[in-house]
């Protein structure tokens, strides 16, 4: 794994942008205008075959996810998608500051297709080979953090996984670390919840359609699931982007987190010197650094 050293290449920004005496400061740019700057290399397109699509009452919740990390659960996630699991299926717990969670019922027969019904957990992957954009900020719960091919990582000992941020799917499971297959969904919708880092598999990201789940009814029942068939709202169709003509897919490019442009992103959300701001920290947290993704 090589990691980019953030400290390095601030103080030479820093250096190379100190105004000498009597020379104006250069203007602030604002992530809007780092992201207008930037050159189209500086930005990948999403892979359809990686894409899921979840199309609900209110619209599209567009997925990305991350094989990388979790081959053997996003396999899965495709077998089922390809065998029209979750047409019909439903969100079944929406947990205030926590999750929003989809799938069916245990003793619901819907074929599985191709999929296997439960897989060893994927909670982290070997070091070796990942380049990771790394943050030069402290973190609480792991030794090094930063971003590996437009996801938040977390790595020590070795060893690196996808971590808990706003917007990252993970598969539901049981107690016993093979009790999940990615049958069951949920998507992070509230503080980062990184305790659960290495515990449950995480397969991807909602790269589009956030609004529509972050904002569905809590649950009245315990851990937010719903009571009542009527609590529910169903998914009309689960599909992946692949599977679809070209003319009905949203070509989507996300900001490639190795970039020049991805670097410069994260150092002004971290000093945040536009004029509103009183205080700039000087650091940001993993879950706080953007991933911006955008329409080809």
């Given at each position: 794994m090589r990691f980019h050293g953030f400290a390095a290449l601030a103080l030479l920004a820093a250096c190379a942008s100190a105004p000498a005496e009597g020379q104006t400061p250069a203007p602030v740019r604002s992530m809007g205008e780092i992201l207008e700057q930037s050159p189209a290399s500086d930005w990948r397109a999403v892979d359809p075959a990686n894409t899921i699509y979840m199309d609900l009452p209110g619209g599209r919740v567009i997925i990305e996810l991350a094989p990388e990390y979790a081959p053997n659960h996003a396999a899965n996630i495709r077998a089922l998608a390809r065998a029209h699991y979750w047409d019909g299926a439903a969100i079944v717990r929406s947990q205030d500051?926590?999750?929003?969670?989809?799938?069916?019922?245990?003793?619901?027969?819907?074929?599985?297709?191709?999929?296997?019904?439960?897989?060893?957990?994927?909670?982290?992957?070997?070091?070796?080979?990942?380049?990771?954009?790394?943050?030069?900020?402290?973190?609480?719960?792991?030794?090094?953090?930063?971003?590996?091919?437009?996801?938040?990582?977390?790595?020590?000992?070795?060893?690196?996984?996808?971590?808990?941020?706003?917007?990252?799917?993970?598969?539901?499971?049981?107690?016993?670390a093979d009790?999940?297959?990615?049958?069951?969904?949920?998507?992070?919708?509230?503080?980062?919840?990184?305790?659960?880092?290495?515990?449950?598999t995480l397969v991807g990201r909602v790269l589009q359609g956030m609004e529509l789940l972050s904002v569905m009814p809590r649950g009245t029942g315990a851990l937010g699931f719903y009571e009542t068939p009527e609590e529910r709202t169903i998914i009309r169709s689960v599909r992946l982007a692949s599977e679809l003509p070209a003319s009905e897919r949203v070509n989507l490019e996300t900001l490639r987190t190795d970039s020049a442009t991805f670097r410069d992103l994260v150092e002004s959300r971290r000093t945040r010197r536009d004029a509103w701001f009183l205080q700039p920290t000087g650091r940001i947290n993993l879950c706080n650094v953007p991933l911006p993704v955008r329409t080809r």
């Open positions: 500051n926590y999750v929003v969670q989809w799938g069916r019922d245990e003793a619901d027969a819907t074929s599985y297709g191709e999929a296997q019904r439960s897989l060893p957990g994927e909670f982290d992957r070997p070091r070796a080979g990942v380049d990771v954009t790394r943050l030069q900020d402290p973190d609480s719960y792991a030794r090094e953090v930063g971003f590996a091919d437009g996801f938040p990582v977390a790595g020590q000992n070795g060893r690196t996984w996808l971590a808990h941020c706003y917007g990252m799917i993970g598969a539901g499971r049981g107690d016993t009790s999940g297959s990615g049958a069951e969904l949920y998507v992070v919708i509230g503080h980062a919840p990184r305790h659960l880092d290495r515990n449950v």
